[in-house]
């Protein structure tokens, strides 16, 4: 990755293609800092986790998905407050991790109420793993789901980050786990965290297998699968089911589903991390403040990850994109 230095700048350096489409074009370009206001902080950042949403981003496709057209990368980050504005929590020196848009570069502007102490004992590259990806799974099943001591969900590409973090909440609501995941490698992997029977998510063989085992389907489903993976997760809940939808490909395709499974009292939700951001940024500040404690007593852990020098981040990116990776992608900074 090479610098391309604009003139007279302060030493920001962003990461971002020259040329959407092309992950090797990606680059660090010079930027200027944005001093806080009273309720923002600046943090020097120094792990940034990839999401599936970068990938889109660089590829320019942000917009297919509901993001800005040409949206800075980056959501989650571990790195030291630099300035704090006079309402926030956190003083300059504070290790912190950071929800914020565009945080894929040396420094970040970020809303003070998405910044939390890094938890005591972690690495920032392990910190960074963090707030995505518990979010989406917290407010997915516990938030929305309610998921309930007993009760059994299935997690879909539990793999990949937000799947394994929706793996370590739904153990701490001491729920049952069903899983799947694309190859033999994640499946085994998966077996190895205990796991019972990991299914594929590569067909929707999984529901016939997953009624085997519960003997009448699941009460709760984590989906990212498309098509006929969909209906078939949607048809295997039981009463009073939920089904909590993180995958955006066919909400904007517009696909139709059937409703008959609705026949059994169930409920279906969507989770769309970016516009909860922009239009309901209290709810997420909430609960990040509800995970901060239980990532600092272990009970939500750091999810294991693949760390890359931000002058790597090509191959960062294309990692992401092979379905072979196994939890976060995270890139470590400054260059
Ligand atoms: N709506 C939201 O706010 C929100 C927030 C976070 C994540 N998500 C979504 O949740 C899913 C998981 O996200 P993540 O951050 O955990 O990503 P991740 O760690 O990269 O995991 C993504 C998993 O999705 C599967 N997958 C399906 N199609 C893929 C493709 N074309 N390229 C790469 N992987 C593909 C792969 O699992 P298998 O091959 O094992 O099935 C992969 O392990 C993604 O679909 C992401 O867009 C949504």
Known sequence: VERITAG???GRLVLKPTQYGDLSSLRLESCHRQAPRDDEVE???????????????ALGMSEAFGDEPGAALGL???GTVIRAGAAAAVSPGDPVVVLAPGCLATYVTAAADLVIPLPAGLSVAQAATLPV???TAWYGLVRLAGLRAGETVLIHSAAGGVGLAAINVARARQASILATAGTGAKREYLGRLGIVNPMSSRSAAFAEQAREITGDGVDVVLNSLTGQALEASLDLLRFHGRFIEIGKRDIYAGTRIS??????NISMH?????????????LLSGMLAELAPLFADGTLPPLPS???PVTAA????????????IGKVVLTLPV
């Not at 943090?43 to 981003?57: G, I, M």
Request: with cysteine; proline share 2%.
């Open 8 to 10: 007279d700048t302060d």
């Open 43 to 57: 943090v020097r950042v120094e792990a940034v986790s990839l999401n599936f949403r970068d990938v889109l981003c």
């Open 76 to 78: 989650d980050c571990a």
């Open 133 to 135: 990806a518990y979010l």
């Open 259 to 264: 409703l008959h499974p609705f026949r059994r």
């Open 270 to 282: 969507s989770i769309d991390l970016i516009q909860l951001i922009k239009v309901s940024k209290s």
């Open 306 to 308: 693949a760390t890359y």
């Open 314 to 325: 090509a191959t960062a990116f294309q990692s992401l994109t092979t379905r072979r990776h």
